[in-house]
């Protein structure tokens, strides 16, 4: 069965303070691709990054970080010193190599950035 | 202001009426994506098309029917709706195949 979980429902943190949004994700396939999107209030869903399972790079993009570990099948974003705007759900999303479903989300972390 | 255009933003519409949603990208990308959103959930895949062909039906009512006319439209066709299918209902567009999926902003529909 293909499965994203995102623990954490909601997470409140004051400006400034680093923030890290767990995921973990269950597959068989030893093909796929893990993904971050962010939906503001405003409704669309942005896209953040992608990562195949064969890359257990870290990635760096500005104030945003992803540490991706096959070994706990996780895929946890960290945002250092939070800012107002980082306010959004977060998704993060497996796209298996099998089966016909080609994003399973997970339920969503709600972050509230605090001035 | 995002790739994908969906029309309108809002609708508010009776349960006997007959409306559509709109969908468009110039992008490029070959497969287009349907969404169904309630509060507080994650999305949920509704169609998707490949090509231009109809590759994924997730069991959907068939009040709701899907059109793809060209490689850059992609339309929902509404009729009789109930008032839990009142969403925000997304359309995306991609490459296939494990390509990211770029959003538009939504519909927000109401049927009352």
């Known amino acids: 069965a293909q499965k994203v979980t995102q623990a954490q429902t909601e997470i409140s943190v004051v400006e400034k303070e680093d923030v890290t949004l767990d995921c973990v994700y269950e597959?068989?396939?030893?093909?796929?691709?893990l993904f971050w999107y962010k939906q503001p209030p405003s409704g669309e869903l942005v896209f953040l990054i992608r990562?195949?399972?064969?890359?257990?790079q870290n990635e760096i993009s500005g104030r945003y970080s992803w540490n991706f570990q096959k070994s706990t099948s996780s895929f946890n974003f960290t945002i250092t010193a939070s800012q107002v705007v980082d306010s959004a759900v977060y998704f993060c999303?497996?796209?298996?190599?099998?089966?016909?479903?080609?994003?399973?989300f997970g339920k969503g972390t709600r972050l509230s950035v605090i001035a | 202001d995002t790739e994908v255009t969906q029309t309108p933003k809002h609708l508010v519409m009776g349960m006997t009426n007959k409306k559509s949603l709109k969908c468009e990208q110039h992008?490029?990308?070959?497969?287009m994506y349907w969404y169904k959103q309630k509060a507080k959930k994650p999305p949920e895949l509704m169609f998707v098309?490949?090509?231009?062909?109809?590759?994924i039906n997730e069991s959907v009512p068939s009040r709701f029917s899907p059109e793809c006319p060209n490689s850059s439209l992609l339309n929902l066709h509404l009729h009789a709706l109930q008032p839990e299918d009142s969403a925000l209902y997304l359309c995306a567009s991609s490459h296939p195949r494990h390509q990211p999926q770029h959003f538009g902003d939504g519909t927000r529909l109401s049927i009352l």
């Open positions: 990562r195949n399972s064969f890359d257990e």
């Open positions: 098309y490949s090509y231009e062909k109809l590759s």
């Open positions: 597959t068989r396939d030893t093909t796929y691709y």
């Open positions: 999303a497996l796209s298996p190599d099998s089966g016909n479903t080609p994003l399973v």
């Open positions: 992008m490029g990308h070959r497969a």
